[in-house]
Nanobody, 124 residues
Framework: QVQLVESGGGLVQAGGSLRLSCEAS????????MGWFRQAPGKEREFVAA????????YYANSVKGRFTASRDNAKNTVYLQMNNLKPEDTAVYYC?????????????????WGQGTQVTVSS
């Protein structure tokens, strides 16, 4: 069982930056690929970014490519999402998720564990 706790959300002006963190319980964190997803009011959950267990490979949605960066520190059981040049359309609840394999990382339905989410609000 893996428990995930996100933090770092908040209110920021357009063009600003935030860094989300997601801390995981357990002793096998590096064996899990990690994903970031978001859900805006009235919309379906969507993929944002993912990173393999070793941290060597990352994936991004086209809408955030070049602005967001996923990274991880396996010694701290933590994955990060650095979000720069934020836009009002980035406003959503952001979730981290853990997957006990390294493929299919853009499909939320394939993830095994989810955090509770953290709100990100970008004002124009």
């Amino acid at each position: 069982q893996v428990q995930l706790v996100e933090s770092g959300g908040g209110l920021v002006q357009a063009g600003g930056s935030l860094r989300l963190s997601c801390e995981a319980s357990g002793r096998t964190f590096s064996s899990y690929a990690m994903g970031w997803f978001r859900q805006a009011p009235g919309k379906e959950r969507e993929f944002v970014a993912a990173i393999t267990g070793s941290g060597s490979v990352t994936y991004y949605a086209n809408s955030v490519k070049g602005r967001f960066t996923a990274s991880r520190d396996n010694a701290k059981n933590t994955v990060y999402l650095q979000m720069n040049n934020l836009k009002p359309e980035d406003t959503a609840v952001y979730y981290c998720a853990a997957k006990n394999s390294q493929n299919g990382l853009i499909r939320g339905a394939l993830y095994d564990y989810w955090g509770q989410g953290t709100q990100v609000t970008v004002s124009s």
